[in-house]
């Protein structure tokens, strides 16, 4: 196994996966994080699926925790902000720092106070982080012994165990404090004890992640997948439903070394692409370790995923939409080829072009993609010609259909898939349902 999750930009479009600044991303949905360093900590993991099953297995036990302790993140974002502002203002040395101090209180004597009240302001923030975040740790390690981070807390709590902060509990507010305090403070917190500083503000980012996704995953009634070895060649996911549809319906999706393959069919609008969209956003987000919208899901570790969705004709470049797909359908192949063990997802393979060319390049790829058993591929159509070929030559494929049920004259969509082949012929019907013929 490789040490990086392979996936392209393409297919982070294709999936609506990353983005913080598009509301409908899956990376908005789980983004109920409170701190900037929060959201920091979210988009790389985001950007860096795990690789190794017990890396994958141990992120999703941690999330399990907090979405079982169901406590509240302890801090407000003003708080670590300030935090963060007066640690970020820090001079070299002990002198350095009795002589700052001593400036902003000959300034405030004069009557020029901002800079003195900013300093002031600054230790309070510390001092009311350090304080809440000494009770909440303390807290953890009482009421969850055992818990998936338990050595991360004990680390955290050997912090405030030093007897050099022991002075925090009693320290109500900066302004009460004397002048040999202030310049002792300053200097133990952002000198002396600035790499504990900065431990703790990375812990309350990660805490902040743990806590926001695990209150997704609790909301939404997710469930978290179950990894395992890249060798065993499966991938489940029990009644699995697109995370960012409301309602949506969920599709059992069962895939192995011997049946490896989907070939999907269906009319337009019957849902096969949510149904890929599904199974690769789940995907995806097992091999990070977070909830997925399932009952149930177990996958072996793959290296990564590709997917030709919404493939785009490049005007600068001069291609057409076909070529587009040319080019895309060769990429992946390498990457198949090169080799290794993907989830590979392609909606509507040539459909650039004539019918005749995409019923013949559509056969030719798939028979192709039958040989690479190390991989899982989802292929839908509209010819569905090619899957009465397809049946009569292989045994790992399995052919699956969006159906259609017309009810009054009008098309009704059940949104779960069937095994065979569709044998639906609804484009017509909806032309007329809309009257088009009639406005020409």
């Given at each position: ?213 695990a209150t997704v995953a609790a909301t939404r009634g997710f469930t ?73 899901m177990t996958f072996s570790v793959m290296e990564g995923i590709y ?72 292929v839908s159509t509209h010819i569905v010609e090619v899957g009465a ?52």
């Amino acid at each position: 196994m490789r040490g990086t999750f392979l996936y392209d930009k393409q297919t982070m479009d294709d999936l609506n996966l990353q983005g913080k600044f598009q509301g409908n991303t899956i990376f908005s949905l789980f983004n109920q994080t409170v701190t900037a360093g929060g959201e920091r900590v979210l988009d790389t993991m985001f950007r860096t699926p795990l690789s190794r099953e017990q890396e994958i297995n141990t992120r999703s036990g941690i999330f399990h925790f907090f979405q079982q302790a169901a406590m509240p993140f302890p801090l407000e974002n003003e708080l670590v902000k300030a935090f963060e502002q007066y640690l970020s203002f820090a001079v070299p040395g002990l002198f350095s720092s009795m002589v700052q101090v001593t400036r902003r209180k000959a300034l405030a004597v004069m009557g020029l106070r901002e800079e003195h009240q900013l300093m002031l302001k600054g230790l309070d923030a510390a001092i009311r982080l350090l304080n809440t975040m000494q009770t909440f740790i303390h807290r953890l390690l009482k009421e969850h012994p055992a818990s998936p981070l338990d050595s991360r807390f004990r680390e955290v709590a050997a912090i405030f165990a030093d007897t050099r902060l022991q002075w925090l509990s009693a320290a109500d507010s900066a302004a009460t404090l004397g002048y040999g305090k202030l310049v002792r403070y300053e200097y133990l917190l952002k000198q002396v004890l600035r790499k504990q500083m900065e431990q703790l503000l990375h812990f309350v980012y990660d805490l902040d992640v743990y806590i926001a996704v695990a209150t997704v995953a609790a909301t939404r009634g997710f469930t978290y997948a179950t990894a395992q070895a890249s060798g065993d060649n499966m991938l489940t996911i029990a009644e699995g439903y697109h995370p960012s549809i409301e309602k949506a319906i969920p599709n059992t999706v069962t895939l192995s070394g011997s049946s490896n393959i989907i070939f999907l069919t269906g009319a337009n609008m019957a849902g096969k692409s949510t149904y890929m969209k599904t199974v690769g956003v789940l995907v995806y987000l097992a091999h990070m370790g977070f909830p997925v919208s399932a009952a149930a899901m177990t996958f072996s570790v793959m290296e990564g995923i590709y997917t030709s969705i919404n493939v785009p004709d490049n005007i600068d470049m001069g291609y057409s939409h076909f070529y587009a797909e040319v080019l895309r359908v060769k990429n992946i192949a390498a990457e198949i080829s090169a080799p290794h063990n993907l989830v590979v997802i392609f909606d509507e393979l040539f459909k650039g072009t004539n019918v005749k060319d995409a019923y013949d390049a559509t056969l030719a790829v798939t028979e192709a993609l039958a040989a690479h058993r190390n991989c899982f591929f989802i292929v839908s159509t509209h010819i569905v010609e090619v899957g009465a070929a397809l049946q009569q030559q292989f045994n790992n494929i399995q052919f699956l259909y969006m159906p259609t049920v017309i009810e009054n004259g009008r098309p009704v969509y059940p949104y779960r898939s069937q095994e065979g082949i569709s044998a639906d012929r609804h484009g017509m019907t909806i032309i007329r349902n809309e009257g088009i013929l009639e406005l020409l």
